[in-house]
């Protein structure tokens, strides 16, 4: 199974870039990114995935290196609604499963 | 859409005791899960489902039970509560392999 590798917390001031990076250096290479993050309490939410290219949405970009052997979820413009748990996740062979690690958590401040 | 709906959203039981957790989905979704979360953890996989009358086994399954007669009901069976199992449960669906998972809002139990 391709793990990945989290800082444990982040900090970020309110309306800047939060940048988190992700270590998978043991990804295959049909093996997809996945961001999902987790407010407070709540259900996780998924933000973005990808496999080789960088991708966008109305959330989040996420940037892939070209070995594919890391990447980074960019919130362009961060809000204090963006402090939560950010799971970095690659999905296991050609299943369904999403292993979650213990993820960022970020915390943005005013 | 309601989504993913799960209840109770807490519940308190004594060891030994049986319950099952409920979890819908309204989205048409085939694949459904069941996770656990402990404090300051991520999540785990208990069971999945790719389908009606499909079933199969996460990383943590022992001590639990599924079944799927229906696409839009996964229920979650606990038989002979243990503390280990105190955790706030997640259920997710998703429409396809790659497709991503909608979670519903936990059921937060303990076992005392």
């Excluded at chain 2, 979360?37 to 999540?43: A, E, H, I, T």
């Excluded at chain 2, 069971?47 to 001590?63: C, L, M, R």
Aim: proline share 5%; charged share 15%; glycine share 8%.
């Amino acid at each position: 199974d391709a793990k990945t590798t989290q800082p444990p917390s982040m900090d970020c001031a309110e309306g800047r870039a939060a940048n988190l990076p992700c270590n998978h250096s043991t990804i295959s290479g049909n093996e997809y990114v996945y961001w999902y993050r987790q407010i407070h309490s709540q259900g996780p939410q998924y933000i973005i995935h990808g496999l080789k290219n960088n991708e966008t949405n109305e959330m989040a970009s996420l940037i892939i290196t070209e070995d594919r052997k890391s990447s980074t979820l960019i919130l362009p413009h961060a809000t204090l609604r963006d402090t939560a748990v950010y799971y970095c996740i690659v999905r296991v062979g050609s299943t369904d499963k999403l292993i979650f690690g213990t993820g960022t958590r970020l915390q943005v401040f005013p | 859409n309601a989504g993913v709906t799960q209840t109770p959203k807490f519940r308190i039981l004594k060891i030994g005791q049986s319950m099952t957790l409920q979890c819908t989905q309204d989205m048409n979704h085939n694949y459904m899960y069941w996770y656990r979360q402990d404090p300051g953890m991520g999540l785990k996989l208990i069971y999945y489902s790719v389908g009606a009358g499909i079933t199969d086994k996460g990383e943590v399954p022992n001590g639990y039970n599924v079944s799927r007669s229906t696409t839009e009901d996964f229920p979650l069976r606990l038989e002979l509560a243990a503390p280990s199992q105190t955790s706030v449960y997640f259920c997710a669906s998703s429409q396809g392999l790659a497709g991503e998972q909608y979670f519903g809002p936990g059921t937060r139990l303990t076992v005392t």
